[in-house]
């Protein structure tokens, strides 16, 4: 039997991979009620011959950390949607997002207890992605929870 190889959605996400570092603007929502700025970390890395990229993120102000994830990324074989299955320090156990790639910007959702969510990676940028964090209570209205733009190592 010939091993499955990785195609081209799994080559798009495998330009996440790498060491991200930038800085975030946190808007006024309930978990920053005031809003602030913060610095992001992600650690990036293709695994299980190209078919996953395993993240690990951090959240710093000063020298505090105020958030960390981790994610698990890959291109479901049946839909071809990009999943992103996110574990975080909230502990609230994981978290699916869906989404689909338009040209350099990827976009995802997830529905759950807390409401909708939806993060946007533009990697139009060589060198940068520009991410973005909305929340939603019904899935039609969105207001912006993050926004972010980090630089590859």
Known sequence: MEMPQPNE????????????????????????????????????????????VIE??????????TFSGHGVWMVD????????????????GMELFRGSWEGDVLTLRSHGPGGHF????DLT????????MESSQDGAEWTPMMEGRFTKE
């Open 77 to 92: 074989p049946e839909s071809s949607e990009t999943l992103l299955y996110w574990f975080d320090c909230f502990g609230m």
């Open 9 to 52: 959605a799994h080559r798009k996400l495998a330009r996440l991979a790498g060491r991200w570092s930038g800085e975030e603007k946190m808007f006024p929502s309930q978990w920053e009620p005031k809003g602030a700025t913060a610095e992001g970390f992600h650690v990036a890395r293709s695994s299980l011959n190209g078919f996953v």
């Open 56 to 65: 690990d993120y951090e959240q710093r102000k000063g020298d505090k950390t």
């Open 125 to 132: 940028e060589p060198g940068n992605i520009r991410t973005a």
């Open 118 to 121: 939806r993060l946007t990676y």
